[in-house]
Each structure stands twice: as structure tokens, then as C-alpha cells.
């Protein structure tokens, strides 16, 4: 099993709207791809954020699963909408 997590820091001038329909759209991606598992998402309420206001994680059954999402459509309809919005960070590994 693999997980994907990631923060995001918000660009100045991004709404509430645009964080609400970024949290939306990456919710909207299980059922998507295949072999993605399970997705959370959320504002991040940590005091050691470092910036990072939005965070989360999704199990992917292989490491195959996983190397397909990036290049997945639905994925990358997302990212189209996001680049703009953030600065981002990933980690992904092996459990």
C-alpha cells in the first residue's frame, strides 16, 4: 500500500470559495482513479503548520496505482485548477 500526502499553502488573493471548491474537487477524485483507496482532506489546524493551511492524504492500492494517478485526466483537471492557488508540497511512501 502507498499514500500520497500533501499541504498546501495558499497564494495572497485566494477566496474562501476557491479553498472550498479545491477541498470539493480533490474529494471528488475517489471513484476516479483507479486504485485510489481512500482520500482525506482538510484545513489544517496544527500550531507547527509552517504556513501549511490545507492538508491531506490518499491510500493507493500499488505503487502502480499511484504512478497512474499523477498522469490520471481527473488529476490533472485538478492541478489545472489549483497551480494558481498554491504552493504545494508531497510526500508519498510505502506502508
Known amino acids: 500500500m502507498f499514500i500520497h500526502t500533501f499541504g498546501f499553502r495558499w497564494k495572497p488573493g485566494v477566496t ?13 477524485l475517489q471513484g476516479q482513479i483507479p486504485g485510489l483507496l ?8 496544527s500550531l507547527r503548520s509552517q504556513g501549511y ?9 500499488d505503487r502502480e496505482a499511484l504512478d497512474a494517478y499523477s498522469s490520471h485526466p481527473a488529476h490533472q483537471k485538478v492541478l ?5 492557488l498554491i504552493d504545494a508540497i508531497e510526500i508519498d511512501f510505502e506502508v
Not at 479553498?19 to 470539493?24: D, V, W, Y
Open 16 to 28: 474562501s470559495a476557491q479553498r472550498a471548491k479545491s477541498i470539493e474537487i480533490i474529494r471528488a
Open 38 to 45: 481512500n482520500t482525506w482532506v482538510g484545513e489544517n489546524i
Open 53 to 61: 493551511e490545507l492538508g491531506g492524504v490518499m491510500q493507493f492500492s
Open 80 to 84: 489545472a485548477y489549483l497551480r494558481s
